[in-house]
């Protein structure tokens, strides 16, 4: 073997290391890179992951807990009574619409509350009952309850009250659903129905019949004097003596309150005998017979005085009237709500209408 040979053969084995070496730190600087970008990017996603999962879970707690707390907010029992309950969220929506308009008729707040509870349960009750008739709204009364909410100025107001319309919706569905069963119960009063509702209002002595009059009123002022009210009176007498003697009673009623605008000319006027009319003006018709002028001139402390006559008389005309039929389904839904025998939770009351007047 030459000597070059040898040499050769000496190197190479060290190149053959030396590239072998090379190679080894080449596939370490690879590692290291991939393992300085990939791992190291890997672990940083991942993090972030968890942070966000850990946020949006927080969010997600928050707002199951706000839900939960002014879900049940809403549905405290603010009263009970007889077959049910009145929540938070019922009372805020009935107080929100009918508060106004009984402070507009001089409620005073602790009866607004009242009135405002005692609607929600005869509502609630008459609802039941309704039901309970297989009573139901039309399909042309769903039509207009629904087209009236397609009106946004009709949505947007009641959003502007803080009114959910979708409730407020179904209070119309509601309350045509109780017209219904108020019709209903007033098409079936009976004649004996309506005069033993009477009878128990009025007595054993209750009148049934329609009277049809005339009448003419000498009004006073309220600051007349005993002097002023004598010669009221004597002028009133006068002209009573004028139609006694034969004077139509429609032509003196017409002249005399063209002349004075305090005389008032009443040329038709309808009366049941159950206490809804001037105490005085019933009075002296029970003891009248159709054609009749009163023997003098009937007093009343607040109006003045009254010539009447009676035109004509309805025997029994009041069982067969709508403000009878009408006064007893009254009755018998105000018996409704004292049967329901409220329980109001006055604490939780006072609490909603403080946080609704502020």
């Given at each position: 073997?030459?000597?070059e040979?040898d040499?050769y053969?000496?190197?190479?084995?060290?190149?053959?290391?030396?590239?072998e070496?090379?190679?080894?730190v080449?596939k370490?600087?690879?590692?290291v890179?991939?393992?300085?970008?990939?791992?190291?990017?890997?672990?940083?996603?991942?993090?972030?992951?968890?942070?966000?999962?850990?946020?949006?879970g927080?969010i997600?707690?928050?707002?199951?807990?706000?839900?939960?707390?002014?879900?049940?907010?809403?549905?405290?029992?603010?009263?009970?009574?007889?077959?049910?309950?009145?929540?938070?969220?019922?009372?805020?929506?009935?107080?929100?619409?009918?508060?106004?308009?009984?402070?507009?008729y001089?409620?005073?707040?602790?009866?607004?509350?009242?009135?405002?509870?005692?609607?929600?349960?005869i509502?609630?009750v008459v609802i039941?009952?309704?039901?309970?008739?297989?009573?139901?709204?039309?399909?042309?009364?769903?039509?207009?309850?629904?087209e009236?909410?397609?009106?946004?100025?009709?949505?947007?107001?009641?959003?502007?009250?803080?009114?959910?319309?979708?409730?407020?919706?179904?209070?119309?569905?509601?309350?045509?659903?109780?017209?219904?069963?108020?019709?209903?119960?007033?098409s079936?009063?009976?004649?004996e129905?309506i005069?033993?509702?009477?009878?128990d209002?009025e007595?054993?002595?209750?009148?049934?019949?329609?009277?049809n009059?005339?009448?003419?009123?000498?009004?006073?002022d309220?600051?007349?004097?005993?002097?002023?009210?004598?010669?009221?009176?004597?002028?009133?007498?006068a002209?009573?003596?004028?139609?006694?003697?034969?004077e139509?009673?429609?032509?003196?009623?017409?002249?005399?309150s063209?002349?004075?605008?305090?005389?008032?000319?009443g040329?038709?006027y309808?009366?049941?005998?159950?206490?809804?009319?001037?105490?005085?003006?019933?009075?002296?018709?029970?003891?009248?017979?159709?054609?009749?002028?009163t023997e003098?001139?009937?007093?009343?402390?607040?109006?003045?005085?009254?010539?009447?006559?009676?035109?004509?008389?309805?025997?029994?005309?009041?069982?067969?009237?709508?403000?009878?039929?009408?006064?007893?389904?009254?009755?018998?839904?105000?018996?409704?709500?004292?049967?329901?025998?409220?329980?109001?939770?006055?604490k939780?009351?006072d609490?909603?209408?403080?946080?609704?007047?502020?």
């Amino acid at each position: 073997m030459s000597k070059e040979k040898d040499m050769y053969d000496l190197i190479k084995p060290e190149n053959e290391a030396i590239k072998e070496e090379k190679e080894t730190v080449s596939k370490k600087k690879e590692k290291v890179t991939k393992e300085s970008n990939e791992p190291k990017i890997s672990k940083i996603n991942s993090d972030t992951k968890v942070v966000i999962g850990i946020i949006s879970g927080m969010i997600l707690v928050c707002a199951a807990l706000i839900f939960y707390y002014f879900w049940g907010i809403n549905k405290q029992v603010v009263a009970s009574y007889k077959g049910g309950e009145v929540t938070r969220g019922e009372y805020e929506i009935y107080y929100k619409l009918f508060e106004p308009m009984l402070t507009y008729y001089g409620y005073e707040e602790d009866a607004i509350k009242t009135e405002v509870l005692n609607k929600i349960i005869i509502d609630k009750v008459v609802i039941k009952k309704a039901k309970e008739a297989k009573v139901k709204i039309t399909d042309e009364q769903k039509s207009e309850v629904d087209e009236l909410f397609k009106d946004k100025d009709e949505v947007a107001q009641y959003v502007e009250k803080g009114i959910d319309p979708d409730k407020m919706k179904q209070i119309y569905y509601d309350d045509a659903l109780i017209n219904a069963y108020i019709e209903k119960i007033t098409s079936e009063a009976k004649e004996e129905d309506i005069k033993q509702f009477i009878i128990d209002a009025e007595g054993d002595k209750a009148n049934y019949n329609k009277y049809n009059t005339s009448y003419i009123l000498y009004g006073k002022d309220k600051d007349a004097s005993k002097e002023d009210l004598k010669k009221l009176k004597d002028t009133a007498t006068a002209t009573l003596e004028r139609i006694e003697k034969g004077e139509g009673f429609a032509s003196v009623g017409q002249e005399v309150s063209e002349a004075d605008e305090t005389i008032q000319y009443g040329e038709e006027y309808s009366v049941y005998l159950n206490g809804t009319s001037v105490p005085s003006f019933e009075e002296a018709l029970r003891k009248m017979k159709t054609g009749e002028l009163t023997e003098e001139v009937v007093e009343s402390e607040e109006y003045g005085y009254f010539i009447i006559k009676i035109n004509s008389i309805e025997e029994n005309a009041r069982l067969n009237s709508e403000d009878a039929a009408s006064n007893y389904v009254n009755e018998l839904l105000a018996n409704m709500q004292k049967d329901a025998k409220i329980k109001p939770n006055t604490k939780k009351l006072d609490s909603v209408v403080a946080s609704l007047s502020k």
